[in-house]
């Protein structure tokens, strides 16, 4: 099937193959649940974005939005594509920093920033994205502070019209938290100005999991209507517009992926027609996607320890939970499972696919059809490759999982497994409780 074979997964002689790897192989050297990452998939996802983006607009860059991923080799992979990176905190532009990525690389959209956040931004060179005019003064002290020079300055603008997933996702709109609104974007860059920053970024995200490009149009129009404003009213130029992520990737066979030439329909050709139109002869267009550069290239390995049929319903028990990928219970996510070994048996069941955790949400697939399934089978969870392992954690003491990356057809251990000391590791008795 083609839509399998677009994530690197085929079957041969009835063997689920990753990447051109025997998943069953894996699963039995390397434990499960497990997490794998093919190379290849995210350097081709990123090509193809980054073709169609050059196709018509020279001026571009991409960065990974790095919440969705941040394992260092990731981050290594993409950075060789010529990848520059968002980054949420100041967690994740240490990893950036500390495999060699450079400051000039990275834009740091946070939101309610402290000022530690700013201090360890500007001593590393970091470009802020302010998410709230209070912010400005706080951070422009800091420079001031550390006798640095105020360069650029990029404000995250909320243009009300959100989409996404789930309401978790959507990141725009009155209510959100998330960025300034139209009323107070003029107030926000002339204070700016004021505070002595000379180069301009603006910045709008307005949510995650958009499969259907036409839902960025309104957005799009109103941020383009809002710049224009901006730039007449106050003057100033613009080093760069950031579209945000959100792009989409389809998690159900039914479902048709995001349509990149509609997208670039949708979001570059607009920008074209700005640059056209006003100042912005050399303005860069950047977009920020996780999701669509990593969420394919990674499946999860698990094995069914327990076929329960309580008399109502029939369960197929896993050692992936919640702790191991949350998004099915956080967000009611999707997430295809396949067997490892196709069976010739035409026998099919409906499963509840779910963990191990002791909370009745622990459900990782809901009413599946599956080939009959044993005790001992193994499962591939898939499109797993973003919010994923980040978004992992070890609730009921379960240590997180290992990481394992294939690259032309070899196998390279990218994160150990937790271990049980690790979990304990941190922590200290008082003296009056030993
Ligand atoms: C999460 C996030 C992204 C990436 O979202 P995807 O849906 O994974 O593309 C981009 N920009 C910002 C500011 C984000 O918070």
Known sequence: MDWLKKKGLEYRDGVLYFANMNTIEIAENFGTPIYIISEEIVRKRYKELKNILDSEYGNNSI???????SNLSILKILESEGANFDCTSTGEIYACLKVGIPPSKIIYTGNMFTNNDFEFAVKNDILVNLDSIS??????????????????????INPEFGAGHHSHTITAGKTIKFGILDNQVLEAY???????????????????????????????????????????????????????????IPYRPEEDPLDLEFYKTIVLKKFKELVKKGNFEGTKFIIEPGRYLSAEASIILTQVNTIKDNG??????????????????????YHHIITCN??????????????????????IGKERELSKLEEGDFLAILDTGAYGFTMSSS??????????????????????AETFEDLTANQEIPKHLK
Do not use: W
């Open 135 to 156: 912010q400005l003064k706080r951070l422009a002290k800091i420079y001031d502070d550390l006798g640095k020079e105020k360069n650029t300055i990029s404000f995250r």
């Open 190 to 248: 002339s204070k700016a100005k004021g505070v002595g920053f000379k180069k301009f970024g603006a910045h709008i995200h307005i949510g995650s999991g958009i499969i259907n490009a036409g839902d960025f149009e309104k957005a799009i129009d109103k941020y383009l209507i809002i710049i224009m404003k901006l730039a007449d009213t106050l003057d100033i130029a613009f080093e760069f517009l950031d579209f945000g992520g959100g792009l989409g």
């Open 63 to 69: 960065h990974f939005a790095m919440k969705a991923n």
């Open 395 to 416: 609730y009921n003491s379960r240590p997180r999982s290992a990481e394992i990356l294939i690259a032309q057809g070899q196998i390279f251990k990218i994160r150990k």
């Open 312 to 333: 109502f319903k029939l369960f197929a028990g896993i050692d992936a939970g919640f702790n191991t990928l949350i998004r099915p219970t956080m967000y009611g996510a």
């Open 342 to 363: 196709k069976k010739d048996k035409d026998e099919t069941l409906t499963y509840d696919v779910v963990g191990p955790i002791c909370e009745s949400g622990d459900i």
